[in-house]
Nanobody, 127 residues
Framework: QVQLVESGGGLVQTEGSLRLSCAAS????????MGWFRQAPGKEREFVAA????????VYSDSVRGRFTISRDNAKNTVCLQMSRLKLEDTAVYYC????????????????????WGQGTQVTVSS
């Protein structure tokens, strides 16, 4: 089992940057596929980015590709989301998610694929 705690959210102006971090408890972080999702007011939660266990495979949603970068440090049990050139529509609560997948080598895109979730961190982009 793993517990996830996000940090790094806040208020930023358009075209600004923020770095979100997700700290995971437990001894087997390297066996988890990690993902970031977000939920804007009045909208359903959506996929943002995911990274395989080793970091060799990464995928982004179309809306953030080229602006966001996901990374992980298995030695520190953390996954980060570097967000640049932020837009108003990036305003949302951002969630870190994990799926225990010791034998796989890829990432997952669906919320239902993930077993564990953080509490979320608010990102607000203003003009």
């Amino acid at each position: 089992q793993v517990q996830l705690v996000e940090s790094g959210g806040g208020l930023v102006q358009t075209e600004g940057s923020l770095r979100l971090s997700c700290a995971a408890s437990g001894r087997t972080f390297s066996a988890y596929v990690m993902g970031w999702f977000r939920q804007a007011p009045g909208k359903e939660r959506e996929f943002v980015a995911a990274i395989s266990k080793t970091g060799a495979r990464i995928v982004y949603s179309d809306s953030v590709r080229g602006r966001f970068t996901i990374s992980r440090d298995n030695a520190k049990n953390t996954v980060c989301l570097q967000m640049s050139r932020l837009k108003l529509e990036d305003t949302a609560v951002y969630y870190c998610a994990a799926r225990f997948d010791p034998s796989g080598g890829y990432y997952f895109l669906r919320q239902s694929d993930y077993n564990y979730w953080g509490q979320g961190t608010q990102v607000t982009v203003s003009s």
